[in-house]
């Protein structure tokens, strides 16, 4: 089969450049497109369809609630958001959780939290707020967030930028101890960067900025969007080094490959800072994202599929170690999330994505050669091993 490129869709802004395959169905790990071709779905919406699409518990969640109520807006109450913010603060072990949408606007949301604990409680100067955040990084694509983004796509073009950031190596703690001084309010990392290509930090890194945060009246703020809610065989990658931030940003699989919902979750002496009309979002919290939120932390309570996706992920990897040395340079990640380093023969990340998606398998590039796995944890071993094999047949050694 050959997938090619046309210009499909000429009323879509060109903000994405997709691989050529139109979904029209999904279950589980697979994907139908409008000509009847599947796929297994190995991007797994960038890790938002952690359970599998249209998983039957979710559904059955979004269903119930569809025929009660959708949306309230935060002018009154629902019965669904205290019981939802209660089960996804237990899930977290802290106290209150700030309900948005997507992962941008809990990071943002983050931001502000950070800022405005930094006057309120650290009794930092008004204005002088500082953040320190890791090359590399991906948070979303908002202006402020773009602003202490170093790629250049994301950020040329769209100044003037949000200032108050400062930017270190990832991975070197010693960096975040030179780089905080009175002002600053918080780190914020992603435990494992997902766009930058599923890069893992030293062992002591997660480690040492707990301790650095806590030594300096400084709020660790863990981006979990993409790493969190059992992708990396836990339920967030911060408890692979023991490590519990002072807040957590969820999204992503949050919304159970549903809805967008996202959220802050700290304890009160932080998200208490906030007060009535300082922030908001007519949909944050909504009756019908409750309940799939809840319906989420429900089926993440009891660690099986966090133990799935480690049992899972250590196969995967195993089988994509194999490559190394064979089309591939190098391989990272943790639980069932994989960011592979092409050899350059096999051309860019795209190229070899659209080749893949002729075998049968869908993938992403992160950027340059490298492309990111992230099935959803339904997915089988058989599964794997069969994409595994269309992954052999999509290395392409024809150009050496
Ligand atoms: C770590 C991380 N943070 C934030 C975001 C932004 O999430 P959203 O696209 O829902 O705004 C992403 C999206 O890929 C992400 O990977």
């Not at 603060?89 to 990071?107: I, R, Y």
């Not at 949000?162 to 070197?172: A, E, I, N, W």
Request: charged residues 20%; negative net charge; contains cysteine.
């Amino acid at each position: 089969m050959t997938l090619t490129s046309t210009d499909a869709e000429p009323h879509v802004a060109r903000n994405y450049s997709p691989i050529p395959v139109t979904a029209a169905t999904a279950e589980g790990a697979w994907v139908t497109d409008v000509d009847g071709r599947r796929y297994l779905d190995c991007l797994g919406a960038y890790s938002a369809v952690n359970f599998g699409h249209r998983h039957p518990r979710l559904v059955a969640a979004a269903r119930d609630q569809l025929d009660r109520l959708t949306l309230t807006s935060r002018a009154f109450r629902s019965d669904r958001l205290e019981p939802f913010c209660a089960a996804l603060a237990e899930l977290c072990g802290k106290e209150m959780v700030l309900p948005m949408n997507t992962g941008a606007e809990a990071v943002e949301s983050g931001i502000k939290v950070a800022r405005k604990w930094g006057y309120d409680v650290k009794g930092v100067p008004d204005g002088q707020a500082e953040i320190v955040v890791a090359h590399g990084n991906f948070h979303g694509r908002t202006t402020t967030i773009i602003s202490f983004s170093d790629d250049p796509d994301a950020r040329n073009g769209f100044g003037p930028y949000t200032p108050g950031f400062v930017q270190v190596p990832f991975g070197d703690a010693r960096a975040i101890a030179d780089a905080v001084g009175e002002n600053t309010v918080a780190v914020l990392i992603e435990p494992i960067q997902g766009e930058a290509g599923i890069v893992v930090p030293p062992d002591d890194y997660l480690p040492r900025v707990r301790a650095l945060c806590s030594e300096h009246d400084v709020l660790f703020i863990a981006d979990e969007i993409q790493s969190g809610l059992g992708r990396t065989g836990t339920t967030f990658a911060c408890e692979l080094w023991d490590v519990v931030p002072d807040v957590y940003l969820l999204g992503k699989a949050l919304g159970g490959g549903i809805v967008p919902v996202s959220a802050v979750v700290a304890d009160r002496d932080v998200l208490g800072v906030l007060h009535p009309g300082q922030h908001g979002s007519t949909f944050g919290g909504n009756p019908l994202a409750a309940a799939i939120g809840h319906e989420v932390v429900d089926m993440l309570s009891d660690g099986s599929w966090q133990q799935r996706a480690a049992d899972l992920g250590a196969h995967l990897h195993a089988r994509l170690r194999d490559f190394v040395g064979h089309g591939v340079v190098a391989v990272r990640g943790r639980g069932l999330w994989a960011g592979i380093d092409l050899e350059p023969e096999q051309g860019t990340g795209k190229e070899f994505c659209i080749r893949l998606a002729e075998h049968g398998v869908l993938a992403k590039d992160t950027h340059g050669s490298t492309l990111r796995l992230a099935p959803p944890i339904v997915v089988t071993e058989d599964e794997i091993d069969w994409a595994m094999d269309r992954f052999a047949d999509a290395l392409d050694f024809s150009r050496r």
